[in-house]
């Protein structure tokens, strides 16, 4: 058995929060609406936890936590650049509307997908492109799972992509905006300290990835979400795990470097 003293805190929550992620299927009601709470909170405490290691917690947490929420209430108030949409009571306390979990959520992938840019291309255009894409394709999966679990609900849920309905086209296109925004935050905090892009964020996007297209595919009747976010998240996901391989895995260490306080 693996000795727990020797598992870093970002390995042992990201691990917690997968295993929520892994009961989320057969519980049901208001326990399923605690597992997604929960989850959200150890992952992106797991990010962020990771991103203090590298040094970069105050940008991470400024671009991701501060800007994503930041961005929600403006969506909430206004409709852009979502549409219009309105969070339910099931996700905890509230403020102004948009539950303060929402806060931990956006870092849990916009860290990793920053980190995945970085291993699989160079150069800050590239990287920033690749970044954006790399978690807006997240919300294939997102939305419509959250939509069918009651989270929140669109008014104007049309024009949407074949087999998902219930989420509007405006609410990716918005995501993919702030996604983009959001990855020029981050690339340029780590085009700053040159960090080296592994450790726990790595196999969490594969992950993520594969568990939600296998989720919504055969656990929670959403195929047409599973198929979308499967093949777009598929983009960079394959390439990733092809970069993985030992004859690519270049000689590197990881995200540590001395602790901090």
């Not at 959200?40 to 501060?66: D, E, K, N, Q």
């Not at 403006?74 to 852009?80: A, E, K, N, P, R």
């Not at 935050?185 to 993520?208: C, D, F, K, M, S």
Request: charged share 10%.
């Amino acid at each position: 058995m693996p000795d727990v003293h020797r598992i870093k805190p970002p390995a042992l929550l990201a691990g917690l929060g997968v295993l929520a992620q892994i009961v989320y299927p057969i519980v049901h009601g208001h326990a399923r609406d605690v597992d997604t709470v929960l989850v959200v909170l150890l992952i992106g405490t797991a990010c962020l936890w990771h991103a203090r290691r590298c040094g970069l917690l105050l940008p991470v947490a400024a671009i991701s936590v501060v800007g994503g929420f930041a961005v929600e209430l403006l969506g909430v108030h206004t409709g852009f650049p979502f549409g219009r949409y309105r969070y339910a009571g099931s996700l905890g306390v509230r403020l102004d509307g948009v539950p303060l979990v929402i806060a931990l959520a956006w870092p849990m992938l916009a860290w990793p997908a920053a980190l995945v840019s970085r291993r699989l291309v160079t150069g800050i255009t590239a990287r920033v492109l690749l970044g954006g894409w790399a978690l807006a394709t997240w919300d294939l999966f997102l939305d419509p799972q959250m939509v069918a679990a009651g989270h929140w609900r669109w008014r104007h849920p049309t024009p949407h992509l074949p087999g998902v309905p219930n989420v509007p086209l405006t609410n990716y296109a918005g995501w993919l905006g702030v996604a983009l925004l959001m990855s020029f935050g981050l690339q340029t905090a780590l085009r700053a300290h040159e960090p080296n892009p592994r450790g726990v964020p790595i196999p969490l996007y594969l992950w993520t990835w594969a568990s939600s297209t296998l989720a919504l595919a055969a656990f929670l009747h959403l195929g047409g979400a599973a198929l979308w976010g499967g093949v777009a998240m598929g983009c960079v996901a394959v390439p990733l795990a092809l970069s993985l391989r030992p004859a690519h895995e270049p000689v590197a260490r990881a995200c540590a470097g001395r602790p901090r306080a």
